[in-house]
Each structure stands twice: as structure tokens, then as C-alpha cells.
């Protein structure tokens, strides 16, 4: 079992930043790659980025390319989504989830509660 919590949400303005953290326990954090995903009222939960266990390979979605960067501290069982240039589209809650390194959500094991992030114009 893995346990992931959420911090670092909140409200921002447009063109803002934000650094959501996702903390690990349980298994050991390296043999699971880690992904953050979004959803907003109304829509799907869709793939941000994911980084693989060790850190040395990341993945983005394009609507989140050159402005938002996923890296992980091992030692300190983390998971950070720094986010910068805040549009309301990136409005919404998002989780960080422990499992293959994929862009589908459905093939993550492990999820967090989630963290509001609120961008406002």
C-alpha cells in the first residue's frame, strides 16, 4: 500500500504560481512512478505529468508544457508540481496518484484526496 496527501493548493491569480507537494508512505516510493492529474466541475479527471521512479524521465500534457514542472525528492518520499503562468483553465482539483509511469489514469494503483487550485481573473 501506498498513502499520497496533497498540499499546496490554493487561490492565485492569472499568471500566478503554485507548488503542489504530494507525500508518500508505505511501499517504497522509488518503484512507483507518480503522476499528477486534474479535474474540474463538470469535466473528466485528465493527465498533468508523471515522473518516473527513479526521476529521470518526466512526461506532460501539452496544455501544461513550459509552464508547469514535476520532481521528486526520493529521500524525502515528495512529489512536487511546480506551477507557473496560471490561466482559469487550470482551475480545478488535483491529485497526484503512485503506480506505472502512464497517462491513463485508470492504470494508477494509488490516489491522494486531492487540493483545490483556484486561478482567478
Known amino acids: 500500500q501506498v498513502q499520497l496527501v496533497e498540499s499546496g493548493g490554493g487561490l492565485v491569480q492569472v499568471g500566478g504560481s503554485l507548488r503542489l507537494s504530494c507525500a508518500a508512505s508505505?511501499?517504497?516510493?522509488?518503484?512507483?512512478?507518480v503522476g499528477w492529474f486534474r479535474q474540474a466541475p463538470g469535466k473528466e479527471r485528465e493527465f498533468v505529468a508523471a515522473?518516473?521512479?527513479?526521476?529521470?524521465?518526466?512526461v506532460y500534457a501539452d496544455s501544461v508544457k513550459g509552464r508547469f514542472t514535476i520532481s521528486k525528492h526520493n529521500a524525502k518520499n515528495t512529489v512536487y508540481l511546480q506551477m507557473s503562468g496560471l490561466t482559469p483553465e487550470d482551475t480545478g482539483v488535483y491529485y497526484c496518484?503512485?503506480?506505472?509511469?502512464?497517462?491513463?489514469?485508470?492504470?494508477?494503483?494509488?490516489w491522494g484526496q486531492g487540493t483545490q487550485v483556484t486561478v482567478s481573473s
Open positions: 496518484a503512485a503506480g506505472p509511469i502512464a497517462t491513463s489514469k485508470a492504470l494508477y494503483d494509488y
Open positions: 515522473i518516473t521512479g527513479s526521476g529521470s524521465s518526466t
Open positions: 508505505g511501499r517504497t516510493f522509488t518503484n512507483y512512478a
